[in-house]
């Protein structure tokens, strides 16, 4: 936090309590001041930038508009300090804890199971609450709308959604027994005896008639309502009286000066005017949700700022006449909520405007921006895709400028804006409202819009569509169609509107609107932003909707008197129909503990995530949360602008002059080695040469984050330009592999093509994924004076590698490097190995300087340096049968492995060993090559390649289905592997439940039945397809490399009979340490409550594998069981000498007696080991099972699709703990549904990362989940080769979200199948709605060809 400001004080209220600030400097932002001035960490840092809402907090304050306290959600990472003047903060602190009482938002998220990893839950809580604070009874809408905003990278939301459903007021019931017996609302103890799953209404197949027959009690409750605290809005905190005094005394103008920035509070617009005048360049602040991100991530500097919040003139709504007018620095969420009054009172033809705008507004950005950013700040930022400025410019919308000079109204129309974020208002001008007018009878009006996501995300084509029709016609008197994502301004198509003025609405004004669009509309095939073929389409598509509305419309409105409505065919009417959300159902099914079971033995109950309700509270300890030390510094890396270059020189000079600025670290300044990586191939600086966009190139050392922020981006580097290869398909060009390649063969390929009725060739691409852990990256260093010794607090999976790495660039043993880590905010794989290239430099600079040195990296810096998920290419050659059987297989997968090997060797192997994914291929031979390039170094993910192997197997499965004319699931069944058989790397399956749960998906999704109404559905609907899809999966369990398969524990006892437990596994929110717990809770036969974990450290439980490959509960567990079993040995003497005694007897006569209450535990696991070249041996100690079917809803004209129902059947064994489970596979179901269809990284030709937060990068939100949700766990499949017969479950679920996407490509096929085209076709993952569209082929894609490939450089390029 940048010091030093003057000027006045800033007071204001935290959580009830009064702050005085005398040295405001006006860059500090809300959560800077949060976390570091006051110490409340609970308020997280997740992006920097409104996207992920991690920062959310409640703003309260007397609105002196509306006449009374209100109370909103806002992202304190863009919130001024200087805003704050009179206001009262609540944080998540403020409203419950652990010690004295949690607050019903905090307690239900906790425990529902909504908080795994827990860096998000702190932001929902404060939604919630905030949700809450102004509708204690909010309907279900309100609740989803509330968490537009918020992002969780964890859970898959329906948990959340699931305990928050409680509050709302349509609740209704649990869903399970309809307010019946054993309803949630009518029992008080809702014991699954008595409740029913609800699925199948009690039906054939319900489970409360299929407990008798199999004997096992099936349950769907993970969490018991009845036990959750009401909710009294009369216990909340009050809003401090001395604000609302305050409120009554004159306004003074207040200035805080800053270190670069001052900012002016005026409180009249004379005094606004006269400053602007004074001060024509400077920016007026009313939200900062777009001038926060200039300054923070586009490093723009504002030296004044000029904030509006008081000028009366600005801060108005007004009915006159012609609309509503509104003053400039009127919120959104104020517009939303007056707009909706005035559609709801007025006579509708008046408010077609009005509902466009509400239309754009449903999809602005999330609540928390909508609640501080202000219409004129949309309008006057001038982005060419702004929401609101199209429909302005369509309504032609006026606007009342103001200056020294006077006030003047001006129009928003074709010459507003004048160029790329410019307007034509004067440089001392200012925008002082806004009126939004009526429309008229016989007027109509659209607005649309396509993003890649749905919630909070910019357009990629955005328009307002508006139609004034002569008296009592259908012939166009005037007509104004406006574009955003088409030009660098927002646009009006000015010939088009020409030509169709004077025109009669019909077909044939269509279909020339959409020639006359398609030339008006174009764009350079080279447009910065890409994706230019679909947005080009959308411009026809977006007309083509309208078209339909208003014929829609006017067919109505003109009584009969014309045939319109035979122009309208009724498979045409739901492609006007606007996006509306579905009911949410979902059911989790889980079998119960065998009757008997001791109360106190946890395992298998859905026991609560042991840190959930510290989470909740915003009291659980993250790397950055750990206190500064005394004279700690901070450190910024500074990285390569280039993909490819050699460094020719270094310059620092400009540093030196940055106030706190320390020093400069580079290569020079390592005293062991600079080499490292996990294949040596790395160097912690960069040489001489920089081989990627983000290679670490030194460090500044500075005594704040925003010193050295600034220090660093004074550093000067020249570079001498080396070409990149950015692409797998370059690599493969230029012949850029590294040197293992692999290969898994078997059977006679040959022969099985010869044998085989067809043979088809394809190709499929699969994107990279960014991780998105919530928390990036973070390392604190603490120099320990003696001996080289150094202890580092990392966000890591990985202790040993990070222990190794750091040691080796110190020169130092192993011994001196103390490793640990409490938990993390999510890591994926991405926190496997990368995290050493920031915590080596950290340890660098700690040395160098003697002082504590901490670093947690912007959102930006992670996604541009810390690599992801392998991009895959395979090229596949499939010989099959007339009925669909597989014989011969022949593939070839290329990753991209980015500038160095770290995991990716392992990463192809696991794509090599599951490219059958459950398939029986008699003849297989495959090649696995990985492409050397210059990225950041891609690495472990999820499913570790897995995913990507399996999805090119689902790939040819489809088309083989496509090509014999045969139902995709038929032919999937058909090549189902059975119990027994051997895999193509000749490891025997044995307890292969694939079948079991195609059985159960295929009956508990009622498959067949809703197979024949899609097809209905389709029949009906041209512009809207359906499409569904059911998807095996078969994942093996144990690294690949057989010797990180071992783990080891360490268990204290105290002389209280309280046990200290530590592992080899980390926490990073998938629920290892509560499950470890249950196990030594098992095992020695004492209730949780005695059971402690408090970090995992490289002091305690030496030589760890990392904390992944989804076997830490297998391989740990066994540890932890070991450990206990040692202890209880030791005990046994005590036991038997004191039958009746206690647990604290035991231990107590144990100590006395002289017996080490001290154990080590320690497990590897059996047999394994496997041979390429002789394709023998055994990689997997076992397999992970699963089945889902998806349904999915596409609209050909946007490509936008919905997800309407999921069925999971999942075999994790005999579940340790079911709600972990659970919230495992939705978890990944809902990072898959990301992964295969949202989530999408840009490059420029060049290499460098577009993507590089969440305003670029779209990973699932609330909204993306399906609809329906239900899991169920396979019931009676104990696994005999895990800790208490359970299964690994963190990556398998992962790849099930393939469903959705072929569910997709089966509903595009159906949209293909209306132009007549029925051959297997192309559809690369993910299935962005560019994908998507651009697969639709269609009237409107043939108007808008492609530019010939080569003739031009494309703006971005897929890895
Ligand atoms: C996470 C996120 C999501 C977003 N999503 C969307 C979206 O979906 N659609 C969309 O269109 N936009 C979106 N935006 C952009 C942004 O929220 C809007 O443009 C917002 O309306 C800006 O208002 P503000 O009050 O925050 O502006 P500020 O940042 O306070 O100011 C923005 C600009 O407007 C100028 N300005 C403000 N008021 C006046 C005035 N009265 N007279 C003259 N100049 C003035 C300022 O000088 C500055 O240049 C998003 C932004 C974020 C951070
Ligand atoms: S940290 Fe503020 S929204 Fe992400
Ligand atoms: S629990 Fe939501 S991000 Fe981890």
Redesign the pocket.
């Known amino acids: 936090m940048a010091s030093g400001g003057t000027g006045d004080e800033l007071v204001f209220f935290v959580n009830g309590k009064k702050v005085v600030e005398k040295n405001v400097d006006p860059e500090t932002t809300l959560l800077i001041y949060l976390r570091r001035k006051l110490g409340l960490c609970g308020t997280k840092l997740g992006c920097g930038?409104?996207?992920c809402g991690a920062c959310t907090v409640m703003i309260s304050k007397y609105d002196n508009l509306q006449k009374k306290i209100i109370h909103y959600s806002a992202?304190a990472c863009?919130f001024p300090i200087c805003a704050l003047h009179h206001v009262a903060v609540t944080t998540v602190e403020g409203i419950g804890n652990t010690k004295t009482r949690l607050h019903p938002a905090q307690e239900r998220i906790a425990k529902s199971h909504g908080s795994q990893c827990g860096f998000c839950t702190p932001g929902i809580v404060m939604s919630m609450y905030a949700l809450l604070r102004n509708a204690p009874e909010p309907n279900m809408e309100e609740i989803e709308d509330a968490f537009q905003?918020n992002l969780c990278r964890c859970t898959g939301y329906r948990p959340i959604l699931e305990g928050y459903r409680t509050f709302a007021k349509d609740w209704g019931c649990c869903g399970r027994a309809a307010n019946g017996p054993g309803c949630c609302k009518t029992e008080k103890e809702n014991s699954a005896n008595q409740g029913c799953c609800g699925k199948r209404g009690n039906g054939p197949s319900c489970c409360m008639n299929e407990k008798e027959e199999n004997a096992v009690t099936i349950s769907s409750s993970l969490f018991n309502p009845a036990e959750f605290q009401p909710l009294d809005p009369t216990q909340e905190p009050i809003f401090p009286p001395e604000l609302l005094t305050q409120n009554s005394k004159p306004l003074k103008q207040l200035c805080f000066k800053g270190e670069r920035v001052m900012w002016i509070q005026p409180t009249t617009l004379q005094e606004l005017v006269a400053l602007?005048a004074q001060h024509p360049s400077?920016?007026?602040?009313?939200?900062?949700?777009?001038?926060?991100?200039?300054m923070r991530l586009k490093n723009m500097l504002?030296p004044v700022i000029?904030a509006?919040a008081w000028i009366p003139e600005?801060n108005f709504v007004q009915h006159t006449d012609k609309g509503i007018a509104f003053g400039?620095?009127c919120?959104?969420s104020l517009v939303e909520k007056v707009l909706s009054k005035a559609v709801a009172e007025l006579p509708p033809y008046k408010t077609e405007v009005f509902k466009a705008v509400l239309e754009?507004l449903r999809?602005?950005?999330?609540l928390?921006?909508?609640n501080?950013?202000?219409?004129?700040?949309?309008?006057?930022?001038?982005?060419p895709?702004?929401?609101?400025?199209p429909v302005f410019m369509a309504s032609e919308t006026q606007l009342t400028?103001a200056s020294t000079e006077g006030k003047r109204i001006v129009t928003v129309d074709e010459k507003f804006f004048t160029g790329y974020?410019k307007t034509m208002?004067k440089p001392e001008?200012?925008?002082?409202s806004i009126e939004i007018p009526y429309s008229r009878k016989g007027e109509y009006f659209s607005a649309f819009?396509q993003?890649t996501r749905r919630e909070?995300?910019?357009?990629i084509v955005?328009c307002g569509m508006r139609v004034l029709f002569q008296e009592d016609s259908h012939r166009v008197q005037k007509i104004k169609l406006s574009y955003?994502g088409m030009a660098p301004t927002t646009v009006l198509a000015v010939k088009t509107c020409q030509k169709l003025t004077g025109r009669d609405w019909n077909e044939k004004l269509m279909q020339e609107a959409c020639h006359l669009l398609a030339d008006e509309m174009n764009l350079s095939p080279s447009a910065p932003g890409g994706m230019v073929d679909f947005r080009r389409i959308l411009t026809l598509s977006f007309f083509f909707k309208f078209y339909l509305t208003v014929l829609q419309k006017l067919s109505q409105q003109l009584n009969g008197n014309n045939n319109l409505s035979e122009m309208l065919p009724s498979s045409y009417l739901s492609a006007t129909e606007l996006f509306h959300k579905d009911p949410i159902a979902n059911v989790q099914l889980f079998q119960e503990v065998p009757p008997g079971q001791a109360v106190e033995d946890t395992v298998g109950r859905p026991l609560m995530h042991l840190s959930a309700a510290k989470q909740a509270c915003g009291e659980a300890v993250y790397c950055d949360d750990i206190p500064h030390y005394e004279n700690e510094l901070y450190c910024t890396l500074v990285t390569s602008t280039k993909a490819h270059a050699k460094i020719i020189s270094v310059d620092t000079t400009e540093t030196q002059s940055v106030p706190g600025f320390v020093c400069f670290i580079s290569a020079k300044d390592i005293p062991g080695s600079n080499v490292t990586g996990i294949a040596n191939d790395e160097t912690v600086f960069a040489d001489d040469t920089v081989t990627c966009v983000g290679h670490i190139i030194g460090g500044v050392l500075a005594d704040t984050q925003e010193h050295s922020r600034k220090a660093a981006k004074a550093v000067k580097i020249k570079y001498e330009d080396l070409t990149p290869i950015v692409t797998i398909e370059e690599a493969i060009e230029k012949k850029s592999f590294f040197k293992r390649i692999r290969k898994i063969n078997k059977g006679n390929v040959q022969k099985g093509f010869e044998e085989s009725d067809h043979i088809l060739e394809g190709e499929m691409y699969i994107g990279g994924q960014e991780h998105f852990y919530l928390e990036t990256h973070c390392t604190v260093a603490v120099p320990k004076g003696e001996d080289g010794e150094m202890e580092l607090f990392v966000s890591t999976q990985n202790l040993t590698k990070t222990q190794e790495f750091v040691a080796n660039v110190l020169g130092v043993p192993s011994n001196r490097i103390l490793i640990r880590v409490k938990r993390m905010g999510g890591g994926f794989g991405g926190k496997e190995t990368r995290n050493t290239i920031l915590s080596t430099v950290v340890a660098v600079a700690a040395f160098k300087t003697g002082c504590p040195v901490r670093c947690m990296l912007d959102r930006d810096e992670d996604m541009l340096i810390s690599g992801g998920r392998h991009p895959f290419l395979g090229q596949y050659k499939v010989g099959f049968m007339n009925n669909g059987k597989v014989n011969s297989l022949e593939v070839s997968y290329y990753s991209n492995g980015g500038n160095s090997v770290d995991l990716s060797y392992g990463v192809m192997e696991r794509a090599l060993f599951h490219l059958d994914n459950a398939y029986n291929i008699p003849n297989v031979s495959s090649l696995g090559i990985v492409c050397k390039t210059n990225l950041s170094s891609n690495t472990a993910f999820r499913g570790f390649g897995g995913p990507q192997g399996m999805m090119i197997a689902e790939c040819w499965m489809h088309d083989i289905a496509m090509k014999c004319g045969l139902p995709a699931e038929q032919v999937r069944k058909l090549n189902l592997y059975n119990e027994g058989d051997l895999t193509h790397f000749n490891q025997k399956l044995e307890g292969f439940t694939v079948q079991r749960c195609w059985e159960e998906c295929l009956e508990s999704s009622n498959y067949h039945a809703r197979r024949k109404l899609i097809d209905e559905f389709n029949r009906q609907n041209r512009w809207k397809k359906r499409g569904m899809a059911i998807i095996p999966t078969k994942f093996g369990i144990s690294f690949t490399v057989p010797f990180l398969n071992q783990a080891g524990a360490l268990l204290h006892v105290y002389t209280d009979g309280s046990v200290l437990l530590t592992h080899g596994g980390t926490e990073m929110g998938q629920g290892l340490h509560t499950k470890m717990i249950q196990v030594a809770s098992r095992t020695l036969g004492i209730p949780t409550s005695k059971i402690y974990i408090s970090e995992t450290s490289t002091n305690t439980v030496p030589n760890t594998s990392p904390t992944a490959a989804s076997v830490s509960s297998d391989i740990n567990g066994m540890a932890v069981y070991n450990a206990c079993q040692t202890i209880l040995k030791r005990l046994k003497p005590f036991k038997q000498s004191n039958p009746k005694g206690s647990w604290e007897d035991w231990i107590q006569a144990a100590y006395v007696n002289c017996v080490s209450l001290s154990a080590t535990g320690f497990y590897r696991m059996p047999d394994l080991g496997y041979d390429f070249d002789k394709n023998e041996g055994k990689p997997f100690c076992y397999f992970t099972y699963g089945v889902a079917s998806s349904e999915v809803e596409i609209d050909c004209l946007t490509g936008d699709h919905k997800n309407l129902r999921t069925d999971i059947v999942m075999d994790v064994g005999t579940s340790l703990n079911p709600a972990i489970d659970i919230g495992q596979i939705e978890g990944a179901f809902v990072q898959g549904i990301g992964l295969f269809t949202l989530e999408e990284l840009r490059y420029s030709p060049e290499g460098n990362l577009y993507t590089r937060g969440?305003?670029m990068y779209k990973i699932p939100a609330f909204g993306d989940i399906p609809s329906e949700f239900y899991v169920s766990l396979l019931r009676n499949c104990p696994n005999s080769k895990a800790i208490y017969s359970s299964k690994a479950v963190g990556e398998p679920p992962l790849f099930l979200s393939a469903s959705v996407f072929y569910a997709i490509k089966d509903a595009i096929f159906s949209a293909r199948r209306e132009s007549g085209l029925t051959e297997p076709f192309r559809l690369d993952s993910p299935a962005t709605p560019e994908r998507i569209r651009n697969a639709c082929v269609d009237i409107f894609t043939k108007l808008c060809p492609s530019a010939e490939p080569g003739t031009f450089k494309p703006w971005s390029v897929r890895a």
């Open positions: 930038e409104g996207g992202n863009l905003g602007k400077a920016k007026l602040v009313v939200g900062n949700t777009e001038v926060g991100i200039e504002y000029l509006p600005m400039a620095s919120t959104l754009q999809w602005f950005a999330g928390q921006i909508r501080v950013a202000s219409l004129g700040g949309n309008i006057m930022t001038a982005s895709i702004s929401d609101l400025n400028l974020r208002l001008e200012i925008l002082l819009k993003a909070d995300d910019i357009a955005t955003g969440p305003g």
